[in-house]
């Protein structure tokens, strides 16, 4: 079970990741991309269809999205608006630390620059 102090250590792990503000909410990026966004508490503007607490968002490869959505369907999922942009839905509680840190891991990857993707 996972938790946005996971999602927070395991992200500013990645090589130049940073956390910044986008939308009132805890983004992390890396050379300005965001590749995951923490959902606020209490604000579930965002989640409200899917009646999710404790989510965040991710940017993930379509292929990646789809097959980490068909591996872990209680947790992952495309987003409604901008699934096919690879924006993905964390439900984190359903996460354990092991996928958490891979499905962060692919997000990171597909917006980081190649030369820092390389050295992971």
């Known amino acids: 079970m996972a938790g946005a102090a996971d999602l927070r250590r395991i992200a500013l792990a990645l090589p130049e990741a940073y956390e910044d503000v986008h939308r009132r909410r805890p983004a992390f990026r890396v050379q300005a991309r965001i590749f995951a966004m923490l ?6 503007s965002l989640f409200t269809s899917l009646g999710w607490d ?7 490869d379509r292929e990646d999205q789809l097959n980490m959505a068909a591996a872990h369907p209680d947790a992952i999922q495309p987003t409604e608006t901008y699934g096919h942009h690879g924006w993905t839905y964390l439900r984190l509680e359903n996460l354990d630390g ?10 990171w ?11 992971l």
Do not use: D, Y
């Not at 404790?54 to 993930?60: D, P, R």
């Open 98 to 107: 092991p996928t958490l840190e891979t499905v962060l891991r692919l997000a």
């Open 39 to 44: 959902g606020v508490t209490g604000n579930q």
């Open 109 to 119: 990857i597909h917006v980081a620059p190649k030369r820092l993707s390389k050295a």
């Open 54 to 60: 404790n989510v965040a968002v991710v940017k993930l």
